[in-house]
């Protein structure tokens, strides 16, 4: 059909992984190698593949929820708390994200309760799935390992940690597995190489899905969930840039497949924020120079993450070239009016018109003359193509009502996972 893309899973979990690893520095290639340890625990088990498959995604999404970048420092501490609730928060969080997209229900199950300790399940008012223990094991031997030492002269030393905790923190039989994993050399250069990816996909887990565009733009609100929710002030960003961007391209005669495209490119466009520190996201006031080189950053983050995967070419470009701009003069790659697309082009435009219309902390949204001023003015400057904002300009009350509406929308979805968390957690 023609509105299906031929994708596969593993491809998706590994782009979404990768934005993951963009948090902070310490958790550079962190969810590779957790999934690795867990996946290959999981075969040594001889847990059924399908299971083996969840426990490997699982690794690849398990800090998805890691939202406060103050507290991963706290992480990569082998125990960081002795309070179950506190340990587990993020591990909620995930849960929260991901049970809602189908095809990671089953692997949110087992992110949920990914720092419950082996002895302590049976606390739980739930059950604690098997999966979640290997998970947590792989995790804390991954955080075990010094990346600046030769990864063989620790073996013993990791393994003596781990054992001391069998039984406690972690099931016998995971821990048995690992053990036996662990007399091989090659285990370890998996991980302190660049082929932890190579492995996994030498054992041809790999699916490929048949989905719509509308299958992709329920994974892109999954991921702009992710991008947007580290603070609230910006949870409506990319809605609103989506819907602004999607109803420009009908009324310039995309069709409906593209304008989909257009809706997925809006919700993903800051995917390389999760990159930059929360104190510029969320700062105040204008940049400093030195802020703003760092900002700069972002989307080029995004096009390289996004560019892996060949068939969401077009949308990574409508996505990742929203701040470049007609002169040349924009970032990161300083394309021109001929390097870039119409979709590219109603993307810039989008986010300029939201970003001045929204409400941020420090500022009410601009007025509708405001915002036309600034546009005309851009477009005038050949920032902005003269077409797409005269076009904005000329249905402005239709684009952005619509705009409202969603974004009003995305913070009451704002405010019940708030809700789910302080009355399902606490």
């Not at 257009?262 to 969320?282: C, F, R, S, V, Y």
């Not at 435009?349 to 949204?365: I, K, N, Q």
């Not at 019940?416 to 302080?422: P, R």
Request: with cysteine; glycine share 4%.
């Amino acid at each position: 059909m023609e509105n299906q893309i031929r994708i596969s899973l593993y491809d998706l979990v590994l782009c979404v992984a990768n934005t993951f690893d963009l948090t902070s520095p310490v958790l550079i290639n962190h969810h590779k190698r957790t999934g690795y340890i867990a996946f290959t625990i999981a075969m040594e088990m001889g847990l059924p593949l399908n299971e083996q498959v969840n426990i490997l995604y699982a690794g690849l999404l398990h800090d998805c929820g890691s939202f406060d970048t103050t507290k991963k420092k706290e992480l990569v501490k082998f125990k960081f708390s002795e309070e179950i609730k506190e340990r587990n928060y993020h591990g909620y969080l995930g849960y929260l994200l991901l049970k809602d997209y189908e095809p990671f229900s089953e692997v949110a199950d087992i992110v949920k309760y990914h720092h419950v300790y082996w002895s302590e399940r049976d606390d739980m008012q739930e059950r604690v799935l098997l999966g979640s223990n290997i998970l947590h094991l792989a995790d804390r031997i991954e955080i075990l390992i010094d990346k600046d030492k030769s990864i063989l002269d620790q073996v013993d030393d990791i393994i003596d940690i781990i054992e001391r905790e069998k039984g406690v923190m972690f099931s016998p039989l995971a821990v048995e597995a690992f053990k036996n994993l662990s007399v091989k050399e090659s285990f370890w250069f998996y991980l302190n190489t660049n082929f932890v990816e190579s492995f996994i996909e030498s054992k041809d887990i790999s699916t490929k899905l048949e989905l719509t565009t509308k299958d992709i733009l329920r994974l892109g609100n999954l991921l702009h969930k992710i991008i947007d929710y580290r603070n609230k002030f910006t949870a409506t960003h990319s809605v609103g840039v989506s819907i602004s961007s999607a109803q420009l391209a009908q009324v310039m005669g995309f069709n409906n497949k593209e304008c989909e495209m257009m809706k997925i490119a809006g919700l993903i466009h800051d995917m390389g924020k999760l990159a930059i520190p929360p104190d510029i996201i969320e700062k105040p006031g204008k940049l400093t120079k030195q802020e703003y080189n760092i900002m700069k950053s972002h989307t080029f983050y995004s096009y390289n993450i996004l560019n892996k995967i060949n068939e969401l070419k077009t949308i990574n470009e409508w996505a990742s070239f929203h701040h470049e701009r007609l002169d040349g003069s924009g970032y990161p790659f300083r394309l021109t009016d001929k390097e870039l697309s119409k979709g590219s082009k109603i993307m810039a435009v989008a986010d300029v018109f939201t970003a001045l219309s929204e409400d941020r902390p420090y500022r009410a949204g601009m007025s509708t003359g405001e915002v036309g001023r600034i546009l005309q003015t851009m477009a005038n400057d050949f920032k902005l193509d003269k077409e797409v904002v005269s076009i904005l300009k000329n249905n402005y009350a239709q684009i952005d009502s619509l705009r409202i509406e969603a974004q009003l929308k995305a913070e009451k979805e704002y405010t019940k996972f708030e809700q789910e968390i302080l009355f399902n957690y606490y």
